[in-house]
């Protein structure tokens, strides 16, 4: 079992710039964890940080499960093998509480919570203490990434890199040019993005990038729909999966996001666009205030068995 705390490892700073073969990710929940489970079955070594060792412990078994249900679908029966890739990819993964034991990487992915300053200021951090040729990356769905970086001096080797939930078995990846972004630092992040298994697509640092800009207003719609009784909320989901193929509906969607998520993606958005589609929506509102945040909370739109 991997320690939670007092990691070290020998990274290789003379490490090509274009070669990623290291990565720590700050932020133990379902998408950081996702993003390091991807980037350890793939062969790389990964570092896990998150200030709080529950969290931590909740990352390794979401991981180990994760990877077993990987393994099985490739390996189907073979137990041996199975076990094998389980452990084998696993075992690359180390476990850490402090920053520090992460920054020798050659690529660092920020997965922490959606709040502008507690993000400043760990990329402040990070770039004081990680060697010059470590990319720094933040996963932010919503937040400009000009600003995330603003205090930063190596502009040219930062960008974007959203990912999608579960990570694991979403196959798209949007790396983000920064303003001051290098062709090389790019290429890099293309290359690796790849190298995990995703596809990637490239979007400019706008409002919601691609795929949120997109999805904001649909999801603000079928909100919108559903609080002026239009129609109810199963059928606007089984309407949106057999009449427009997506494999879920707006509300399945948004609860397995997180409907704090959906309000503050919204928010962003209406606050940089000023486009009225991303307007509040009282019913949002509400629900958020009350806790109902979707599968994580056990309630949002729809009722689930908390494990």
Not at 43 to 56: F, R, S, T, W
Not at 87 to 92: I, N, Q, T, V, Y
Not at 132 to 154: D, M, P, Q, V, Y
Not at 266 to 291: C, H, S
Request: net charge positive; glycine share 10%.
């Amino acid at each position: 079992m991997n320690k939670l705390v007092g990691i070290t490892r020998n990274f290789s700073s003379s490490a090509t710039q274009n070669a990623i073969k290291t990565v720590t990710v700050i932020g133990g929940g379902l998408m950081g964890s996702g993003i390091a489970q991807v980037a350890a079955q793939a062969g790389q070594n990964v570092v896990l940080i998150d200030a709080y060792p529950e969290q931590l412990e909740k990352a390794q078994k979401s991981i180990q499960g994760n990877l077993t249900r990987v393994a099985k679908k490739q390996y189907k029966d073979d137990t041996g093998k199975i076990e094998s890739f389980v452990k084998e990819s696993f075992g690359r993964i180390q476990m850490s509480t402090k920053v520090e034991d992460g920054v020798k990487s050659d690529l660092i992915v920020e997965a922490i919570v959606e709040k502008l300053d507690v993000k400043q200021e760990l990329f402040n951090k990070l770039d004081q203490l990680a060697p010059a040729h470590t990319i720094l990356a933040t996963n932010t769905s919503s937040i400009s990434i000009n600003e995330i970086g603003a205090g930063i001096k190596r502009k040219d080797r930062y960008g974007g890199l959203h990912f999608f939930n579960p990570v694991p078995v979403m196959r798209l990846l949007e790396v983000i040019k920064g303003d001051h972004i290098s062709e090389e630092t790019y290429q890099a992040m293309m290359a690796w993005g790849k190298s995990v298994g995703k596809t990637c697509i490239t979007c400019k640092d706008t409002p919601g990038f691609v795929v949120n800009r997109l999805l904001g207003p649909y999801s603000a719609e079928a909100l919108r729909m559903y609080e002026r009784g239009d129609a109810s909320k199963e059928d606007i989901d089984i309407g949106m999966k057999l009449g427009a193929g997506y494999p879920m509906g707006p509300f399945e969607l948004a609860d397995y996001t997180g409907l704090d998520t959906n309000k503050f993606a919204l928010q962003v958005m209406y606050e940089k666009t000023g486009n009225p589609v991303f307007k509040p929506i009282p019913l949002l509102d509400r629900m958020v205030a009350e806790g109902k945040l979707g599968i994580k909370s056990g309630e949002g739109f729809y009722k689930y068995n908390k494990k």
